[in-house]
């Protein structure tokens, strides 16, 4: 495969990823215009987070913005894309997760129940055939391993896990959303490179959903996406993920989605360890995901988000690499560079740390 952003650059551009920029555009119009309605929706209906306990944040803040995010990505992808036949299987089962979570947002339900409303989303998106299973991948060699019966399970299964993903990642103010949106980008790069439209529009949607609502949820969070907004993000990271590269017929396909979200599945998986060994449930929350140790170690929140997004980025590059798109990897590497080096210098800051150079001093004086 070529990388279209090789030779005739803008030419490529326009061809392989214009169709993505009119729903991101308008997915952040609508989510700026919904956000601040479902805000004054959850001040009346009292779905507010409170602080103490386990939340970190100083005052009371709305908890609708799933709903708002929701409400956002369906408008973008209605406009622009109507009759594709992606769209009423994408739109159904996204909205199951955002409205189904809503009850775990108000009633703090248990976690077999919680459980058995992210099994319902996911049986959902099976219900509408192969188009949304993880029938086959793809091993070196040009190797296809077709799944067979196992393909509804694995589907099932990766549906489950991109849920509780996004969700254990929602733990500091703009994370998940910051990094679903570089999720978005990097699904939008590969599909473009393989020609499937469709993806790059659902893509974009999406991408444009995430960078509107970081408009109020960066720290401080004026509104919080909460459980129906994280398991929104993660079931449309999921499909958008197996209608694109998933079904690839290239060596490590499924590589792309897992590298690009290796460090919240790792943070997942770490999490559902430790609770185990610690004979505790699997759902309980806790203090100790990777987010919460980096704060820890003396990042705030702002911070722990930079050093996230340069990890997501980084990786989302690696994983584009096996897509032919190598020049992408030199771009972010630069970029995630100066990220870097401003979570630096803003600790250097806040410690107070000095260099003395007295012949700086004399040459300036």
Known sequence: MTDFFGGDALVNLRHHLLPGLWPLLG?????????????????????IAQPGGRHSHAKPTPMLGGLAMYAGFAGAVLAIMP????????????????????????????????????????????????????????????????????????TVFWLLGMQNTVNFLDGVDGLAAGVVFIVAVTLMLAAGGRGQTDVVQLGGALAGTCAGFLLFNFHPARVFMGDSGSHFLGAAVALISILGVAKVEVAFALVVPVLVLALPIADTAW?????????????????????????DF?????????????????????????????????????????????????????????????YLRTLLG
């Open 271 to 295: 999490a559902i360890l430790r609770r185990r060994r610690d004979q505790a449930s699997f759902a309980r929350p806790d203090q100790e995901h990777l987010h919460h140790r980096l704060q």
């Open 27 to 47: 997915a952040f119009v609508l989510c700026i215009v919904f956000v601040p309605l479902m805000i004054a929706v959850a001040r009346r209906t009292g779905l």
């Open 83 to 154: 009759r594709d036949k992606h769209t009423p299987g994408v739109l159904v089962v996204t909205g199951l997760a955002a409205l189904l979570l809503i009850i775990d947002d108000r009633w703090h339900i248990r976690a077999v129940v919680k459980f058995g409303l992210q099994l319902a989303v996911a049986a959902a998106a099976v219900t509408f055939g192969q188009d949304f299973w993880i029938t086959f991948f793809g091993l070196p060699g040009n190797h296809v391993v077709v799944l067979g019966m196992l393909a509804v399970p694995v």
């Open 298 to 358: 003396g990042l705030d929140a702002r911070q722990t988000c930079y050093v996230f997004y340069t990890a997501t980025a980084l990786l989302g590059a690696l994983g584009l690499t096996i897509f032919g798109h190598g020049r992408v990897l030199a771009v972010v590497l630069v970029t995630s560079v100066a990220l870097a080096s401003t979570v630096a210098a803003d600790l250097l800051q806040k410690a107070g740390w000095r260099v003395r150079v007295p």
